[in-house]
């Protein structure tokens, strides 16, 4: 709190025995301003109206709705945010981006901001950020079905009815339905993230940064399924530079339609560094 203590309406006690004595004493001082301040929601059956409002729908609590936005809801799934190109590209992006049309929100993956939180210091102040948790909880024969596609490649249709029901079911945990209008998987990388934004019912973009063809041949970093799972049902599949069109063709197949999105320079920056004295 950073309120001094000296304010509180509650009576100072400086040693046991009168903390003990205060405690006996029936109530001698006022705190309905207090109450009204700092706890005006809470009281005795807080805990148990709040369980029966949600399991039983009955309205013992003091309901608030938020005003709806006029402008859209976008999402950008940023990874872990690390100081990166990826990361440069994404805030130059949202540099320049209209505000006045859209709102921006930036997914951040959760335990790279316990890691380090001063990542979040980056994001511009007129852009919202919603952390992304990693783990993902699965059923035995969802578990089993992960096995089959992730480590052994295979395909079907009881695996994959599987897989996505699992990550619709993690969309639904980690959004717990917020609207968003359009949802980008901005940094291509990060196979729970990829399928967990294919299952937004929503407008899909993935973005495609580097050769992912190359990225699995000899970083091992990426899986085949899961790409092409992507790029054939994601609604747009963005490559940032028209060299990349030939191996993510060979990854979506020639039926899918890809489009050329080139980075964003921070142009300004560039111009203001190039007035400076070369030290």
Not at 13 to 20: A, E, Q, T
């Amino acid at each position: 709190l950073y309120q001094s203590l000296e304010d509180m309406p509650f009576p100072a006690v400086n040693n046991i025995s009168d903390l003990v004595q205060e405690l006996l004493l029936p109530k001698q001082y006022d705190d309905s301003e207090f109450i009204q301040k700092y706890c005006c929601y809470d009281n005795e059956n807080a805990a148990s109206n709040l369980c029966k409002f949600i399991l039983k729908r009955e309205h013992l609590c003091k309901v608030f709705t938020l005003p709806k936005s006029p402008k859209e809801n976008i999402l950008l799934y940023g990874s872990e945010f690390e100081k990166n190109g990826l990361t440069t590209s994404l805030l130059n992006l949202l540099k320049h981006l209209d505000k006045n049309t859209r709102n921006y929100f930036v997914g951040i993956d959760e335990a790279a901001l316990d890691k380090e939180p001063s990542r979040l210091s980056l994001l511009p102040d007129d852009v919202g950020f919603i952390p992304t948790e990693n783990g993902v909880y699965r059923s035995i024969s969802e578990a089993v079905a992960s096995i089959l596609y992730f480590r052994l490649n295979k395909r079907g249709k009881w695996i994959s009815k599987r897989i996505n029901q699992l990550f619709s079911r993690e969309l639904r945990r980690r959004f717990c339905g917020v609207n968003f209008q359009t949802s980008i998987q901005y940094a291509g990388y990060e196979v729970k993230h990829i399928h967990i934004f294919q299952h937004f019912e929503n407008k899909k973009i993935i973005f495609v940064h580097n050769d992912m063809l190359e990225e699995i041949n000899t970083r091992k970093n990426q899986h085949l399924l899961t790409l092409q799972d992507a790029y054939r049902n994601y609604d747009h599949v963005a490559v940032v530079t028209k060299d990349l069109i030939p191996s993510t063709q060979k990854i979506a197949g020639s039926d899918v339609s890809l489009s050329v999105v080139n980075n964003c320079l921070d142009f300004r920056k560039i111009q203001e560094q190039a007035k400076e004295t070369l030290k």
